[in-house]
């Protein structure tokens, strides 16, 4: 990885010097733009609207119109801002770690120390681990300043932008305001439906399925040209689902398939010692687990 930024964390006199990591990347598959008439590749060019010129980035400055008047601001501008300026990564204060809402979460960095001795760094990370607290932090990255919060993955001191507060819209739903009565049988079968999938979490249990069957359907027109069949490639299309009508029939009949996918009672059966088969009994081992509907890890 290369670094694409270098400073230093501070928080009261302590002073961390950090490099700074990108911490995700994009699998995408890279598509571009083609003509559909004879596949000649799309290309967009940045053309002046006054001398009609075609203008190369580096002659390309930013501006600001508040609709009657036009602001340029050059590279230098912006370089000159203070923030800009600064090389520090600023603890503001630090937080009880489950007060930071995801739903703020932005990009994530990874820092690597960058002095002779990390115990600075190492301090920090097993201070934020013993007091389950989560950093705020100020710092200006690719002119713009941004507000982090500095927490701990493995033994890594990584940062998450933010999104301000007035970035996050507000949730009102005229549909979420009328009185919804729930049974307690309805709660009951949810819970237990919830408990029959339940799991641990493995992210490298997943995969990006449209991407994979995109990769598929470029390998096979590499492999075969345009007249490929893509039903016998993917598989005709699956016509399950639909609108749920009867709630708690939907409930029974999908807690007894998760059920009988395990080996297990269906709801109301009964034991071989005539008792009444528990909807959250405890499973034993992985055997037991629901076969889950899942996008697995490829092969």
């Known amino acids: 990885m290369r670094s694409i930024w270098k400073g230093a964390l501070t928080f009261g006199l302590v002073n961390v010097p950090v490099k700074v990591y990108a911490a995700t990347e994009d699998h995408d598959v890279s598509l571009h733009q083609v003509h559909n008439a004879d596949g000649g590749r799309i290309r967009y060019q940045r053309r002046c609207e006054v001398c009609g010129e075609i203008v190369a980035y580096a002659d390309i400055d930013r501006a600001y119109d508040d609709g009657d008047r036009t602001v340029v601001l050059t590279d230098e501008d912006l370089k000159s801002l203070p923030s800009e300026r600064s090389r520090e990564i600023d603890v503001v204060e630090f937080v009880p770690s489950e007060q930071v809402d995801p739903i703020t ?15 600075a760094y190492v301090l920090l990370r097993r201070t934020l681990e013993q007091t389950d607290r989560t950093a705020i932090v100020r710092f200006s990255l690719r002119q713009k300043t941004r507000l982090a919060a500095l927490r701990v993955r493995g033994d890594v001191l990584m940062l998450q932008t933010l999104l301000w507060s007035d970035e996050v819209r507000q949730a009102a739903f ?7 009565k729930i049974s307690k049988k309805e709660l009951e079968l949810s819970a237990s439906l919830v408990e029959s999938f339940s799991s641990d979490f493995d992210p490298d249990e997943y995969v990006d399925e449209y991407q994979k069957e995109l990769r598929t359907l470029i ?3 590499l492999e075969k040209g345009d007249a490929i069949d893509t039903d016998a490639t993917f598989g005709e299309e699956s016509e399950e689902g639909g609108e749920v009508i009867d709630l708690m029939e939907a409930l029974r009949a999908s807690v007894e398939r998760s059920r009988a996918s395990r080996g297990g009672k269906a709801d109301g059966e009964k034991d071989a010692d005539g008792g009444e088969a528990d909807a959250g009994e405890a499973r034993d081992g992985d055997a037991d687990k629901p076969k889950r509907k899942r996008s697995k890890k490829a092969s």
């Open 174 to 180: 005229p549909s979420l305001e009328t009185d919804v």
């Open 105 to 119: 979460f932005d990009k994530s960095y990874f820092l690597e120390p960058d002095s002779a001795s990390p115990k």
């Open 219 to 221: 390998q096979a027109k």
